[in-house]
């Protein structure tokens, strides 16, 4: 009797490793804003030293979006570059946990510029790893809708980790344990597959640094979807980065001073909500046209949260507004899956990260300058953002442009918006 042929085991993508690595390093970004506010508040008697120096850590995301990026892209071993960027990261949470509110305002700020210069890999870079992990279709589509669960997971929590524990214990151990669960992405993010990334780009002419550079940046501009939905979210979290404030500031305005927080809760759980909701059921819908819609839900949601009274229907709005957004996430990250030049995916992938974070910085100086206008006012003014980021979605998409190439994705289907095929650069 034959002996049965050994059938070869199939490998594990490592996407639950990566959910993971990914759930630790955003819960301690997302916590954060909290943590440093509270650190300041206790430690210096004033918020405003938290203010600067979330500041100085947002600043650098945008100008080191698109070298982190190509470093990623260019290095033989890129796991020494995402390795070493969550290491920066954590060093730069824990030493901000020692140095706020007792160190100079220089040495402090200089570490958070540090830190925010990490941030990158963080907020955008490590999703460009899924298209490494993950082979294309169905299943990567699924991959990228849960990596924006575990986004949206992070946002809520984040922040209630940070409370429960300044409450329980201090702010600085708040702070020390965001800087731990950091440590944490560091230790499983080592055990990820990286050499995949290595074989894509071995094939390719040797490149300066500075043409890499230029490459990232041509594609967003260049490739029409990437153009588009680069300019429709950035455009949408201008409203998106003044909605904390103006959720505790229209909480108030209500006679209800400190539900802003429940509010902003609400949010999360409303994207959280969509984002899983994706993962499990892919409407009928191409990706492009998802967004277009997230982006009118989103708006629409807020609008009708404005003028209404009562806390309970208005953090109802607040969770559908959220359901309306998480979706959005989830296809912004195929869009530039699909779209992006293989060896320039995690390069888009952190610049449209970092140019997000840093119109949602714009969006929260925004409100500040104008929080003495009527909240049920700038609630609107947000939502008006998240409807003219739709239409500006919808205009870049249909009009002209330099280029208008689809960047190394020849077996994509422009009536689907995604890929049909794996990319040239894939194919075996």
């Known amino acids: 009797m034959p002996r049965p042929r050994a059938v070869a085991p199939v490998p594990r993508s490592g996407l639950p490793l990566y959910l993971a690595t990914a759930f630790c390093a955003r819960l301690a970004e997302e916590g954060m804003a909290v943590a440093v506010a509270l650190l300041a508040l206790q430690r210096a008697g004033d918020a405003a030293q938290g203010a600067f120096v979330l500041t100085a850590w947002m ?14 892209t260019r290095m033989r071993r890129p796991r020494l570059c995402y390795l070493g960027a969550l ?15 007792r160190a100079s305002a220089p040495v402090t700020f200089a570490v958070a510029v540090a830190g925010g210069a990490c941030g990158p890999v963080v907020s955008g870079g490590l999703s460009s790893l899924i298209a490494v992990l993950v082979p294309a279709g169905p299943r990567r589509d699924r991959a990228y809708a849960l990596d924006a669960a575990v986004y949206n997971a992070a946002s809520v929590a984040g922040p209630a980790v940070v ?24 230790a499983a993010a080592s055990g990820l597959p990286y050499g995949s990334a290595r074989q894509r780009t071995d094939a390719r002419p040797a490149t300066t640094l500075r043409a890499d550079l230029a490459a990232g940046l041509a594609a ?11 300019a429709g979210t950035c455009l949408a979290f201008l409203g998106i980065g003044g909605l904390t404030t103006t959720a505790v500031l229209l909480a108030a305005h209500r006679g209800h001073p400190g539900a802003g927080g429940a509010l902003m809760t609400a949010f999360a759980v409303g994207a959280l909500a969509g984002s899983l909701a994706l993962a499990r059921w892919q409407p009928p819908l191409s990706d492009p046209r998802l967004a277009t819609l997230s982006l009118c839900g989103t708006g629409v949601a807020l609008a009708a949260a404005a003028p209404v009274p009562s806390p309970a229907v208005c953090g109802a709005l607040f969770v559908l507004a959220g359901a309306c957004d998480g979706p959005l996430l989830t296809a912004t990250f195929r869009i530039r899956a699909a779209y992006a030049p293989s060896h320039a995916r995690a390069q888009i992938f952190t610049l449209g990260a970092g ?7 714009c969006g929260a100086a925004a409100v500040g300058a104008g929080a003495t206008l009527p909240p049920p006012l700038l609630l609107l003014a947000i939502a008006a953002v998240q409807l003219g980021g739709a239409l500006l979605h919808t205009l870049v998409r249909r009009g002209e442009g330099p280029g208008d190439a689809h960047a190394d994705t020849a077996g994509a289907d422009p009536a689907k918006g995604a890929v049909s095929g794996p990319a040239p650069a894939e194919r075996p």
């Open 59 to 72: 600043a650098p995301h945008v100008v080191a979006a698109p070298l982190v990026g190509a470093l990623a």
């Open 87 to 101: 290491s920066g990261f954590t060093a730069a949470v824990l030493t901000l946990s020692l140095l706020i509110g």
């Open 163 to 186: 409370g429960v524990t300044a409450a329980v214990a201090s702010p600085g151990a708040a702070m020390l344990l965001l800087g731990t669960v950091a440590a944490g992405a560091v």
């Open 220 to 230: 967003v501009w260049h490739v029409r979807e990437l153009r588009a939905i680069t």
């Open 355 to 361: 140019l997000k974070i840093t119109a949602a910085a």
